[in-house]
């Protein structure tokens, strides 16, 4: 997979800044994090005792969360991103932010991570996170990886029962709270994971 490759070039890579990058890819799959969010996250500060994770930096409108449900996965990126932070966050010290996020896209651009190198780009690992809190959560994988609505009904009722709907219906309601959507966002929901 592209993301994989991408990932172990960045991190191997002498380059501390290329090490930043794979750090800030990683958040963005694992927790789910909006690229700016990824930049501004403090690993040394984000983590709370019980283990969740508090995202404030970054977020769009200023709307705070808490992730609950942080992975094995997810624990490996914060401590990763920990291992090669400057100071507060992930930025260089050294860079703006828009410099960075320059150098951010240029770099993820060589490496093969973009629409037309591979048909996907940094804000797709969100998608790819809340396609699998999504399956991780029902037993079935969203809508949007079948052809047809018939398809993924028989499929979710096949795994899940009768009340697969309301399965669909909690999964849609927890990633759209972690992704740092508000309640009303249904129309979001549909584009990570495909119409009801």
């Known amino acids: 997979m592209v993301y994989e490759r991408i990932i172990a070039d960045l991190k191997a890579s002498p380059e501390i800044n290329e090490n930043r990058i794979a750090a800030q890819l990683q958040l963005q799959r694992e ?3 909006r690229k700016e969010e990824a930049f501004k996250f403090d690993p040394g500060r984000a983590v709370m005792r019980d283990g969740t994770v508090f995202v ?3 977020t769009k409108g200023g709307r705070e969360r808490i992730i ?10 914060i401590a990763y991103a920990r291992s090669v932070a400057s100071g507060k966050n992930t930025i260089p ?7 960075w996020e ?8 060589l490496h093969g991570l973009s629409h037309n190198s591979c048909g996907a780009s940094s804000h ?3 998608h790819a996170y809340a396609h699998a809190r999504y399956e991780q959560i029902t037993g079935f994988a969203p809508r949007c ?4 609505r018939e398809s993924f009904c028989a499929n979710a009722q096949a795994t899940a029962g009768h009340e697969w709907w309301k399965a669909d219906q909690d999964a849609r309601q927890i990633i759209k709270a ?9 129309d979001v929901m549909a584009q990570y994971l495909g119409s009801k």
């Open 124 to 126: 797709g690992l969100r």
């Open 145 to 148: 990886k079948f052809d047809s």
């Open 93 to 99: 010290n050294n860079m703006t932010e828009a410099q």
């Open 56 to 58: 404030q930096h970054g």
């Open 31 to 33: 927790l789910g994090l």
């Open 102 to 109: 320059r150098q951010f896209y240029k770099t993820i651009r």
């Open 178 to 186: 972690e992704l740092g959507h508000g309640p009303d966002r249904d």
């Open 68 to 77: 609950h449900h942080v992975s094995a996965s997810a624990r490996e990126a």
